[in-house]
């Protein structure tokens, strides 16, 4: 089987062309060093060999469906997700004190590029939730961050970046998604959002969207945009499901293993989420999880590129 990636080459990047070392040697990561980290890559590549590029191909022949209302995805996109957080590749850069691995980023981008190298849509489910979960503990109050953070760092909560409207593409100052404060503090979302990848799926309990929105009576444009946390499952004394509802799949070519969803809130009255940070200050907050996103989006092309240059070359040598 041709390899997706080759080790030595990527221990050459790291240690000899960017001195990782000299990172390691910081006093932020006395615990770890040079061994703790190659482990950290061994499983990466065993996992992403195992069930990321072994299903690769079939997950491009057979995407996501929406099937009376649920989507339906291969159970082996359900194992290579659970495979992913089960080995800690969510929670890797999050600090000790928050569950994590405390690993460099140049470490994360390592086995980001690993994933992406062995199947560019599968590994998106995790590497969204990795972002999201970031801006999470970066915005998110004590409360929201103690009841979700630790879920999606153990991989049984997914999560999405709702940006774009049907209408409203990048102009996302004239996107018209509402949000009306309720008595307890919380707030009711009423809109449609369009291409949101990672969502709709069953491979988790739950899914965290952060959506964009409108307050109302906000400003107009992009000063008007607040940032929300809208889970699909509302926990309370009876769990119920949010107001949240799958109105169609969307296909993008690349990364047919994710699902990509427009997304109705509110078809019922409203779905429940939380405000994050202060009202207004949204767009300012989302553009972390945008510029991370931006960062694997290149990272994701790159080793798409260079898998592709390794099965030709091996093509040819045969």
């Known amino acids: 089987m041709t390899e997706f990636i080759r080790r030595r080459e990527l221990d050459f990047l790291l240690f000899e062309l960017f001195d990782l070392q000299g990172v390691l040697d910081a006093p932020a990561y006395d615990h770890l060093d040079r061994e703790a980290v190659r482990s950290v890559l061994d499983t990466g590549i065993r996992v992403a060999r195992d ?5 690769a191909d079939f997950m491009d022949r057979n995407e996501p469906e929406l099937v009376n209302g649920a989507v339906k995805i291969d159970d082996s996109v359900r194992a290579a997700v659970r495979a992913f957080s089960d080995a800690g590749f969510v929670a890797g850069g999050f600090e000790l004190e928050d569950g994590g691995m405390g690993l460099p980023q140049a470490v994360v981008y390592a086995y980001v590029a690993i994933f992406n190298a062995a199947n560019v849509g599968t590994a998106g489910y995790g590497l969204l939730t990795v972002a999201a979960a970031r801006l999470l503990r970066s915005y998110g109050d004590e409360e929201l961050v103690g009841r979700y953070l630790d879920s999606m760092l153990a991989g049984d909560t997914m999560g999405t970046m709702c940006l774009s409207e049907p209408d409203a593409g990048s102009s996302l100052g004239d996107i018209r998604t509402s949000a009306r404060q309720a008595d307890d503090g919380s707030y009711r979302l009423v809109g449609n959002k369009m291409w949101i990848s990672g969502a709709g799926h069953d491979l988790t309990d739950n899914i965290l969207h952060f959506v964009l929105a409108r307050i109302e009576g906000a400003p107009a444009g992009t000063r008007g945009i607040s940032l929300f946390a809208v889970p699909r499952w509302l926990d309370g004394d009876e769990r119920k499901r949010n107001d949240v509802h ?5 296909h993008k070519m690349g990364y047919r293993g994710i699902t990509n969803c427009a997304l109705n809130f ?3 009255g409203g779905a429940v989420g939380w405000l994050l940070g202060e009202p207004h200050k949204g767009l300012r907050y989302m553009f972390q999880m945008m510029n991370e996103a931006r960062i ?10 260079h898998a592709a240059y390794l099965f030709a070359l091996d093509y040819a040598h045969e």
Request: proline share 0%; hydrophobic share 50%; glycine share 14%.
């Open 266 to 268: 509110g078809e019922n």
């Open 51 to 55: 069930h990321f590029a072994a299903n």
């Open 296 to 305: 694997e989006v290149g990272i994701a092309a790159t080793m798409s590129a």
């Open 246 to 250: 799958v109105a169609g799949l969307n």
